[in-house]
Nanobody
Framework: QVQLVESGGGPAQAGGSLRLSCAASGMIFRLNDMAWYRQAPGNLRELVAIITVGGSTRYGDSVKDRFTISRDNARNRVFLQMNSLKPEDTAVYYC????????????????????????WGQGTHVTVSS
């Protein structure tokens, strides 16, 4: 059974930093594309960042140049380094995974959608105050 557990959320000041971590189990981590999504109150869930099995990355427009996604296959973890935080970054942040173990399962990173990710964590809250 796949399990994704996020940690590292909490309060932060505008201009500050937080580092989120997602621990994965029940899966072959290195064969999964990983992503961070977020959902603010009253809003739809939106893409934050994706990292593929090959290490390619893609970011949502609102976080480019401020957030960095990375993965540690040896520790079955994906990270999100968030710098220059803004109050509008306040949201629940979710870790997500999709298996990419074959040519048939491959999706170009530019074409990946939320619905392509089949495993989700419970989320971690991030609150940024001005």
């Amino acid at each position: 059974q796949v399990q994704l557990v996020e940690s590292g959320g909490g309060p932060a000041q505008a201009g500050g930093s937080l580092r989120l971590s997602c621990a994965a189990s029940g899966m072959i981590f290195r064969l999964n594309d990983m992503a961070w999504y977020r959902q603010a109150p009253g809003n739809l869930r939106e893409l934050v960042a994706i990292i593929t099995v090959g290490g390619s990355t893609r970011y949502g427009d609102s976080v480019k140049d401020r957030f960095t996604i990375s993965r540690d296959n040896a520790r079955n973890r994906v990270f999100l380094q968030m710098n220059s935080l803004k109050p509008e970054d306040t949201a629940v942040y979710y870790c997500a995974a999709r298996v990419s173990a074959s040519i048939e399962a491959h999706i170009p990173i530019a074409n990946m959608k939320e619905r392509d990710f089949t495993s989700w964590g419970q989320g971690t809250h991030v609150t940024v105050s001005s």
